[in-house]
């Protein structure tokens, strides 16, 4: 085994209602971003961990899970939004020590998961069949059933948030679950499951496995009794997971990544504008698939929009994400931070003009963690990899147009389609722009908008399948359909007609 310093906290895997350690008996370290020090260890799992969980989550489903009644699951689904609720402020602790993301905004965020618990609880005991009305002598009805073993992989920019659009209603469905947080951010996924076992949910129906993707993660897609794969992370790891499952049919909801455009027209409300680009790209500090990272500004307004935009993204204040006056927090972990550095000088070498930023912060309270100042680049043309690749870092690519075509078809001159922005006072124009652009979500005068009653998931290479909503159970049921025949004799199969 690795030796890990003693002041470090372990933290244990959870398969069938216990603290496991790994067949392996290794570990690896969890960092702070903010510090660039480790601050726990986690176990590193593999494919042995991954089968016991498995097994546990299928011994779940085909036992107490499944045998309950559906009223019963709602309500247990229910107490753990509950109980989110009530450690929200601890679990937000755990996520910024993790991940680097605001204090303020991960408590802001994780007080708000409760939501997607409570809305799939309630639909829980409503999953309905339909009776067709056959035309053969029978009674045809079918009904929605859920799919089994449920794996969750999901990325380290908002571990809690994003395992939950897929746990609630995977759970309410019926479905058993194993999650794989990513290997960054272990630490909420686990401390969630103290919460699971005070909810009352029975042994195996919610594991968590942690580790690397290759060594966990694939054993977890490839099992045999895995039904489900719902991913959310790179569009390269989400298309390889998809190759995986289709070996053995296995549904998959994929929410990959994305390069959407922010479109501002000459005639929008300029000073909300930048508000919305600013979030739209510097929140999270850029680390969201739905980032607006392309930013596409009619002509008339191009110059004035640009000044504004810098001015108002110089007073961002970059520093400590638990301290509640900073605006933007370090990168989630080194290698993404080295990427984005990366990404500062490829725009350069192709020719884009870096209007603000494109280096780590002054100071010394940025002088450890994995900082980027907020960065503007200008005369970006959409051929440019800083137009075309997803960086997941406070990077903006300023790109120029002159008509609604025009902008159209910049905005859709990308393999993405995640979502979309408008700015304009012109609501037919805003209509007639959501109804072209390629995208799962298309924001007008607003951005980064996400509920839990409301359907979100990618176009093109940006994803398979909707989160949210009503429709969001649907990812995690199959339907069977029965035939009752209601006739008295049943024909010689020997005589057609
Ligand atoms: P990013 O960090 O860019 O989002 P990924 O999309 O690769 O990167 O990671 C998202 C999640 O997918 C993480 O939990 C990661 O461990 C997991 N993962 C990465 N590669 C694999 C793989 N080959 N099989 C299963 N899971 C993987």
Redo the contacts with the bound molecule.
């Keep these: 085994m690795t030796s890990h310093s003693p002041a470090l906290r372990t933290l244990d895997m959870y398969i069938d209602g216990q603290w496991v350690k790994p067949a392996s008996g290794q570990y690896f370290e969890t960092v702070d971003p903010f510090t660039a020090q480790p601050w726990a260890i986690v176990a590193r799992g593999g494919a042995a961990d991954a089968d016991r969980a498995v097994r546990a989550a299928h011994r779940a489903f085909k036992g107490p899970w499944g045998k309950m009644h559906p009223s019963e699951r709602g309500k247990i689904i229910h107490r753990l939004g509950t109980l989110i609720e009530e450690h929200a402020d601890l679990l937000a602790e755990i996520e910024v020590r993790d991940n680097g993301r605001l204090l303020a905004e991960m408590q802001h965020q994780i007080r708000y998961i409760p939501k997607w618990y409570y809305y799939y609880a309630g639909l829980a005991d409503k999953i309905e069949g339909v009776v067709h009305p056959c035309d053969k002598p029978a009674l045809s009805y079918s009904r929605p059933e859920p799919l089994g073993v449920c794996v969750a992989?999901?990325?380290?920019?908002a571990p809690l948030l994003l395992l939950s659009l897929k746990a609630a209603p995977a759970l309410a469905a019926g479905n058993t679950l194993v999650l794989?947080?990513?290997?960054?951010t272990s630490a909420t996924a686990l401390k969630l499951m103290e919460l699971v076992e005070a909810a009352g949910f029975p042994p195996g129906v919610i594991n968590v496995v942690t580790?690397?993707?290759?060594e966990?993660?694939?054993p977890?897609?490839t099992h045999p009794l895995t039904r489900h794969v719902g991913?959310?992370?790179?569009t390269?790891?989400?298309a390889?997971?998809y190759s995986?499952a289709a070996k053995d049919v296995k549904r998959v909801s994929l929410e990959l990544g994305g390069k959407s455009p922010n479109i501002v027209f000459d005639d929008a409300d300029l000073d909300n504008a930048v508000r919305g680009v600013v979030g739209g790209i510097f929140g999270a500090t850029g680390q969201t698939c739905i980032a607006g990272s392309r930013l596409l500004v009619q002509r008339r307004v191009h110059d004035e929009f640009v000044e504004k935009l810098a001015a108002f993204t110089r007073t961002a204040r970059v520093g400590d994400p638990r301290d509640v006056r900073t605006q933007v927090g370090p990168i989630a972990n080194k290698m993404?931070f080295e990427k984005v550095l990366g990404y500062v000088d490829i725009a350069r070498q192709d020719g884009a003009e870096l209007l603000i930023g494109g280096k780590r912060p002054d100071g010394d309270e940025c002088a450890r963690g994995f900082f980027v100042e907020p960065t503007i680049f200008t005369g970006v043309n959409n051929g440019m990899r800083i137009a075309r690749e997803e960086v997941?870092g406070p990077i903006l690519s300023t790109l120029v147009f002159d008509d609604a075509d025009e902008a159209v078809a910049i905005a859709n001159d990308s393999e993405f389609g995640l979502a979309a922005g408008v700015w304009t006072r012109d609501m037919k124009l805003a209509l007639r722009l959501s109804d072209q652009l390629e995208a799962g979500s298309v924001w007008v005068n607003t951005y980064r908008d996400i509920s839990y009653t409301t359907p979100f998931g990618g176009y093109k290479k940006s994803g398979i399948g909707r989160e949210n909503g009503a429709e969001g159970i649907r990812e995690y049921l199959q339907t069977k359909a029965v035939w009752l025949s209601t006739a008295d004799e049943i024909a010689n199969p020997f005589v057609i007609g």
Excluded at 153 to 157: K, Q, R
Excluded at 211 to 214: E, R, S, V
Excluded at 231 to 234: N, Q, V
């Design positions: 992989i999901v990325p380290w920019n794989k947080p990513a290997e960054h580790g690397f993707g290759k966990v993660g694939e977890l897609v991913f959310t992370g790179s390269a790891t989400g390889h997971l995986l993404q997941f």
